[in-house]
């Protein structure tokens, strides 16, 4: 590597660490994606809303699970909700949540790949 872009590159990771405590968040968010029952979950609302009998049925997992996941993922700000009438529908925050989702998962069919 020729040494303009090998300081250039320095540069751009000092600049990156400089944000340390911005760092530590992200740790904590990619914690949040290393539990299999919150993945499931995730990818089960990235098709639309749903409510937690439905994601319980779906996932075969007992309802109070599903709520507890859900409380974690909507205090961490990946899922939100709704009310409609007695039912809260559950859904992802935003196209950020599903574009993290899809690339770890485009990840992981580029490593078969390989």
Known sequence: MEHSQHSASLARAQSALSREEKLFELADLFRLFADSTRIR?????????????????LLSLEQSTVSHQLKVLRESRL?????EGKTNLYSLSDEHVSSILDAGFTHLLEEEEH
Request: hydrophobic share 40%.
């Open 79 to 83: 899922v939100t909700y709704r009310r």
């Open 41 to 57: 979950i995730l990818y089960a609302l990235s098709g639309g809303e749903l409510c937690v009998g439905a994601l319980s049925t």
